[in-house]
């Protein structure tokens, strides 16, 4: 694939061509192109059109070849790795003898720009090299992960506020924006939301988005190629440095040491960081304390599990989006039925669209039920935490309020630890999640409750004899 600088020239050269004269398109590959063009709205919709397509240029034909431009490196990437097969296939369509598309970058604008002003047009194009440069070490964005698409609910309000503040404001509101949630609850999809709201607001600033993971693997990519120096400055040159689940790099201590001072030096020159985790900076185990406490330092919004309105929001938005014939009392039955989270419940409502489509069957509560079976089994066999903390406070004869209070006495205090060993036993939340739901334990109270329990049951058979008791009230 070449790439082609800003003169046009350059790419004339590189074109193998027997006649070594003009690789302008005839008329007819012009108005094929043409034809191609306009056809993708239909093809791939109008929001992708808009956004990818849209800005695709002619630049030549030859050898059935169709040469292609874009104006940045970011989507010639992207455009070849999603849209490029299709696109050859309807050229191809349109006239057989058209076997390749070459999609090359031309900065257009800088080509087109007024030579008068070439100190401008210098620091244009050194702006565009330098997002050129760092869109390739982010991480692609999710087309469908847009504020648009993103409903509002009690349990998100939060962290979307604060993410159109990052968006909407002139200066640095607070830094770091810190987001955390359990999975599936829409942090990826409000950081998408954030780069690509930026992208439009402020196209001249330079955003970059990878995970935690990611960032890791430049690192020591750039530690082996000893070039470090490169990778410093490019992460520090950013206007917003967004990381999503920073949890991952927990017990990886250079990368840690790196990002923190990355992170240090881009809050010296008031840039903007946006970061994602799938717990509060001060439950991050395996993060350096200097690290979590700077985590802590600007906005920390979290996103709480889903309610049932919630629930019931996104699907109906969703059906819309898919354009599908789901009646509501289905939609009801769904949010009632999935409330693990998001992705699943998206997951069972293309599922259940996707069903009827392939096997011509109008959608129904019945199919439904007949359609997510062994997902809905496995929802009804789900325990909450609230049931154990009930069951237990039955079995021990006290108030339920016991499960959360404060008191130590070991009447209460046991029969609690009790509670949070089934809890961590039976459901699938993490222990910082048990502790919220016990009165706002830490995360450690409710490791230590479940090696005592573990301990005790060894030793003592009243202890052993309850939890068995309990457990089986709970899953029997
Ligand atoms: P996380 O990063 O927290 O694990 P994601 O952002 O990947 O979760 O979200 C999982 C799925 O749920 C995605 O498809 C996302 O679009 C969808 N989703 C999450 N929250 C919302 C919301 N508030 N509105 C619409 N879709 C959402
Ligand atoms: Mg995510």
Redesign the pocket.
Known sequence: MSEVGAKPGVAAKKKPSPIGGSLEPSKEIMALWKKVHQGMRTEFGEAIFRSWLKPLVLQAYYHGTMEVSVPTRFMRDWIQNHYAERILAMCTAADENIKKLQIVVVQNAIVEADDSDATEKKAVKANQNKKDEIASLSSPL?M??TFD?????KP?ALA?AAARRVVESMSVPFNPLFIY????????????AIAWQMNEHWPEKTVMYLSAEKFMYQFVRALRANDTMNFKEQFRSVDVLMI??IQFIAGKESTQEEFFHTFNALVDQNKQIII?ADKAPSDLTGIEERLRSRLAWGLVAD?HPTTYD?RL??LQ??RAQLQANVPDSVLEFLALKVTS???E??GALNRIVAHSDVAKQEITLETTQEVLQDLLRAHDRRITIDEIQRKVAEHYNLRLTDMHSARRARNVARPRQVAMYLAKQLTARSLPEIGRKFGGRDHTTVMHAVRKIEELMDEDAQIAQDVDIVRRALTG
């Open positions: 999710d469908r992960f698409s993103f409903v509002i609910g998100n979307h949630g359990g999975v599936g609850l829409g942090k990826t999809h409000l950081m998408h999503d689940d994602s996103i919630l929001g996104i938005s969703k989270n998001i992705r419940l998206e």
